[in-house]
């Protein structure tokens, strides 16, 4: 069992009260067009889940690597009784189209607090890619440090996260219209969030 299978159960409670608005200001980001599909990757619980029905997703796809957080999104689904939302155990380095059931690529992808957790990032970042649609658009939002700090350190406790990585930059290189945002940020974010924003070149 792995780290976050053992925090599920707990994440909601101790993280969701610092990522409210800077979620919301990501999700903003991808301006998502009525119908379309979202994939959310990494889901977590499920956290985004809403606003993005909210914001006119027809399909939002949720993939977490973790059983344990994958149980927590299929709970949230399950309670809220929303039939267009589906969750799927994946790993973001590998996952493909048909693990997820879908024959198009999609024209959205959110990688929410994903790419400074991920082992091998960066071909995690360019499977993701390869996953959405041309014209499509990425957001990203994390957290970025040069340095570790005290809460830098601790974020690699709490969050399997290295806030060191420069995780906009894949798709700085690959996108149009790039840009990314400060988002508001305190000292327990162990770094300056911020939401980055391109957009496949179709
Ligand atoms: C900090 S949490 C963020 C979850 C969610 N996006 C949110 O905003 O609440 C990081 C997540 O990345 C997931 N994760 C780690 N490695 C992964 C991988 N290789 N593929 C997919 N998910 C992964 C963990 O299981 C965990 O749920």
Known sequence: M?????????????????????????????????????????????????GLRAAGAGKVVGVDFAQGMVKQAKKRVDEEGWSDVDVVQGDARTVSLGDLNLEQPVDRLLICLGLTCFPDWEAAFDNLWGLLAPGGRCSILDIHAEKRGFYGLVAIFAAQADVRRPVWRPLEDRSEDFSRVDVESTALHGGTLFVASGQKPA
Request: proline content about 4%; aromatic content about 14%.
């Open 2 to 50: 792995g780290y976050y299978d053992l925090f599920a159960p707990f994440y909601d409670g101790s993280v969701e009260q610092h990522y409210v608005a800077q979620r919301a200001a990501a999700i903003d980001s991808l301006a998502i067009e009525a119908g379309q599909t979202v994939l959310d990757l990494p889901c977590g619980t499920g956290l985004s889940f809403a």
